[in-house]
């Protein structure tokens, strides 16, 4: 057993999770995140940013995706202002960034130091303190397999470095000031 796979199993044990796994070979990454029951917000969010067909595709994609906690801990307002159709294009954004192209299961991530995203940023991966980060997120579970690719399950929201959100700044009248 490889160093990672003991750490996932390690941290798998840890934070109560399951492997169990849904029968990937009939359901895409969004049935997935659905069924999971923990990823409402971030189905809701694919859904206000008509990416949901987009994630129901071929694929292969590789999801960091953010559970309903994750999109908790965003500042009080900011999930309510991302989901309002004027702000379609940063959700957009935002969400992008949260996706790879191709199938990365979790023995290769950890051998990646970035990520280009779908957004067309990459994303910062570092491996240290028996613990895998994207960007400031921690993984909390991994290889979760769908039809059409694999979900990495992250504890906070990651935001593109070009885009000026809430979340940096605290204030969405200077991220609307900023269209």
Known sequence: MTRFHRFAVAMLAVAG???????????????????????????????????VDVLRGAGPFTVFAPTDEAFAALPAGTVE?????????????????????????????????????????????????????????NVTATDILASNGIIHVIDAVIIPAAAPTAVETNSW???KSAE
């Open 173 to 175: 009248a200077e991220v």
């Open 17 to 51: 999770l399951s492997t169990t796994q849904v029968n990937a070979q009939d359901t895409d990454i969004v049935d997935v995140a659905i069924g999971a029951g923990t990823f409402n917000t971030l189905v809701a969010a694919l859904q206000a940013a008509d990416l």
């Open 81 to 137: 202002s991302l989901l309002e159709p004027a702000n379609k294009d940063l959700l957009v954004s935002i969400l992008l960034y949260h996706v790879v192209s191709g199938s990365v299961p979790a023995a290769d991530v950890v051998g990646l130091t970035s990520a280009a995203t779908a957004n067309g940023a990459s994303v910062t991966i570092t491996v240290a303190d028996g613990g895998v980060k994207v960007d400031a997120a």
